[in-house]
């Protein structure tokens, strides 16, 4: 059965820190883009952060510099460390595993509140 099962958000004061974990289960997570997406109600689903199966990391302007995305290919997981949160950081957080061309999961989501 694949599962992606997130962990890790809670709430916060504004400039600090929250580390959220994605376990991965049912499919061969090493060989699958992890990206990490949120979502405020009424708008769409944005991407935040990629890391490619060999470690290639992207962000999105916004978080550039303060969110580090990672992941442990042995232990099929992958993490976003959030550091200096802002309010407009306040969002459902998804993770998600890509094959190109083929298979999409998605984790049921963590909720990150950030209050100034």
């Known amino acids: 059965q694949v599962q992606l099962v997130e962990s890790g958000g809670g709430s916060v004061q504004a400039g600090g820190s929250l580390r959220l974990s994605c376990a991965a289960s049912?499919?061969?997570?090493?060989?699958?883009?992890l990206n990490w997406y949120r979502q405020i109600p009424g708008k769409q689903r944005e991407l935040v952060a990629s890391?490619?199966?060999?470690?290639?990391?992207n962000y999105v302007d916004a978080v550039q510099g303060r969110f580090t995305v990672s992941r442990d290919n042995d232990k099929s997981k992958g993490f976003l460390q959030m550091n200096n949160l802002r309010p407009e950081d306040t969002a459902v957080y998804y993770c998600?595993?890509?094959?190109?061309?083929?298979?999409?999961?998605w984790g049921q989501g963590t909720q990150v509140t950030v209050s100034s």
């Open positions: 890391i490619t199966p060999g470690g290639l990391t």
């Open positions: 998600n595993a890509k094959l190109p061309g083929s298979y999409d999961y």
């Open positions: 049912g499919f061969h997570f090493n060989v699958y883009m």
